[in-house]
């Protein structure tokens, strides 16, 4: 599936380096736009917050596959 016009336009967005908030539906593709770029350069650092547990642990290790660093922050994270 291509990508929709807002998630190739908050991928710009954030190549170019600028901030940049996205807010749709559930499973409407909101991570893709910020998981692009890192794929085009190292030095960028993606933050992506999510109200559930499991739905970040699923998206780091989907990021770990992809062979980005990325670790999910949660109350089980911060207890270790």
């Known amino acids: 599936k291509d990508p929709t016009w807002w ?3 908050a991928a710009q967005t954030v190549i ?10 559930t499973g409407s ?3 893709l736009p ?4 890192l794929f085009y ?6 933050v992506i917050l999510s109200p ?3 739905l970040a642990n699923e998206q780091a290790e989907q990021f770990r596959e992809w062979n980005l660093r990325a ?3 949660n109350e089980d994270t911060l207890a270790e």
Not at 16 to 25: E, H, M, N, P
Not at 34 to 37: E, G, I, Q, S, Y
């Open 7 to 9: 998630q190739l336009q």
């Open 34 to 37: 910020f998981v692009m770029p």
């Open 71 to 73: 670790v999910a922050i």
């Open 29 to 31: 593709g909101k991570t």
């Open 52 to 54: 559930l547990t499991a």
């Open 16 to 25: 170019q380096r600028r901030d940049c908030v996205v807010s749709a539906g």
């Open 41 to 46: 350069d190292d030095g960028l650092v993606a």
